[in-house]
């Protein structure tokens, strides 16, 4: 624990609970990101994360110029890296290894269509970066290590959670959660920032939409026979999307860089099998999946896979308490939109909260948070009907579609007005 946290550090007793103005449940990238935020308030943050251990980003450094890649990575906008430098924790992601994209390359793995997106075309170095998800959990966690106001309590869950609590102190707080290590902590506000099986959406009773999309996602990383170009791949099959992004290795020469990590998405019944595969059969597998635009893939690490659902809570807030990322919304990777949202969600919810303090209004409060809500809703609803639509048109055979996909696809590739819009919506602009 740095001094900082340790002379701000909440005080516990067997007797009372203790008082916090925010406590955020989840310690992820959406998690960090918001409590670095708010922490800028002045008022007092509290994060309870479950998760024991986060690396420093030194350790990662040490192992930047091995391919020991997270499975987990996200294409980060442009939107979220402005994000980050304004946090502070960009220059800890780039100092290790964040791989920037020039280029995307999209097409109808059943047709002709196809569309090629520039950053050159917007007079911009990059699309955005793919980032492993270690990495932002590290430097955002060495940055909120060292704000004032925020506390991290690590590898410690949230048994229960109470509304109504009156602290002994007569401090007014709505929300008391039983922790794992046998205190309590009253608070102002509660942000569920833990993920789509969200404790914190349960129990306050905020109800949630899900379907099956009927795909799982297998991820891995790769090595291939040619540099990936800096490029963003994604070939649309009718039994799902798949996606090459690329991965960068440390004091290795730009022209060999070989490393992607992958995300295909199947139908259910494809996935089962492509599971089954060996090694030895998944990778000309996966080549040939990938149309060998990168040559034959020489080498895979350990495969996982998760089903795909789109969640979305009916009210993000209510008095007390608000939902930002994945406890509020989570949707099909095809796009990579899912953290950016997230972000967007972290941004918005400290904007509005800064803004009611400036006001005196009661932060807190269900009339505040709702400007939250409304901006955010219809944004991460737009982004979801657009995922379901891609996912429904490409999924289909039907001649009609066929055709309309791979014309509008080719029409769009020659429009440079309409290429610019979908570039500049696609980095968060």
């Known amino acids: 624990m740095t001094s900082n946290q340790e002379a701000n550090k909440v005080e516990h007793s067997a007797n009372a609970a203790a008082v916090a103005d925010i406590v955020i449940v989840g310690g992820g990238p959406v998690g960090l990101a918001t409590a670095c935020l708010l922490s800028e308030t002045g008022l007092k943050v509290v994060l309870v994360n479950a998760e024991q251990e986060v690396l420093t980003t030194a350790e990662l450094k040490e192992i930047s110029g091995k391919p020991d890649f997270d499975t987990r990575v996200s294409a980060l906008t442009v939107a979220s890296e402005n994000l980050f430098e304004n946090i502070g924790a960009w220059e800890a992601v780039s100092a290790v290894r964040a791989c920037p994209y020039q280029n995307m390359e999209v097409w109808d793995g059943e047709g002709t269509g196809s569309i090629h997106f520039a950053a ?54 709505q929300i008391g959660l039983e922790l794992s290590n046998g205190h309590r902590i009253c608070a102002r506000l509660l942000i569920g920032a833990d993920g789509a099986n969200s404790l914190v959406r349960e129990q306050m009773g905020l109800s949630l939409r899900k379907w099956d999309y009927g795909h799982q996602a297998i991820v891995t990383t790769v090595m291939t026979e040619y540099h990936h170009q800096y490029t963003a791949w994604q ?35 494809k996935a089962e099998g492509i599971k089954a595969l060996s090694d030895s059969e998944f990778m000309p597998a996966l080549g040939e999946a990938f149309e060998f635009k990168l040559g034959k893939v020489l080498e895979c690490g350990p495969r996982f896979s998760f089903p795909l659902y789109q969640r979305h809570a009916i009210e993000y807030v209510q008095d007390h308490v608000a939902l930002v990322g994945d406890a509020a919304h989570t949707i099909h ?55 379901e639509g891609f996912k429904r048109l490409f999924g289909t055979d039907e001649l009609a579609l066929t055709w309309l996909r791979n014309t509008g696809l080719n029409l769009a590739d020659h429009t440079p007005l309409i290429k610019k819009q979908l570039m500049r919506k696609a980095m968060g602009l």
């Open 120 to 173: 050159a075309d917007l007079h911009a170095d990059t699309l955005g970066h793919i980032v492993e998800n270690r990495l932002m959990i590290s430097a955002l966690f060495e940055q909120a290590s060292t704000k004032p106001n925020l506390e991290l309590l690590q590898g410690i869950s949230v048994k229960e959670i109470t509304v109504n609590e009156q602290p002994k102190n007569q401090i007014f707080s």
């Open 235 to 269: 070939r649309f099959m009718h039994s799902g999307p798949l996606a090459f992004l690329p991965l960068h290795l440390a004091g290795t020469d730009k022209s060999k860089q070989c490393y992607s990590s992958i995300v295909w998405s199947c139908v259910t019944e």
């Open 333 to 387: 990777p095809l796009a990579g939109q899912g953290v950016n949202l997230g972000f967007s969600d972290a941004k918005v919810l400290s904007e509005v909260i800064t803004e009611a303090i400036e006001s005196g209004e009661d932060f807190a409060s269900h009339r505040v948070l709702s400007r939250y809500q409304r901006r955010r809703k219809g944004q991460n609803l737009g982004m979801m009907g657009a995922m």
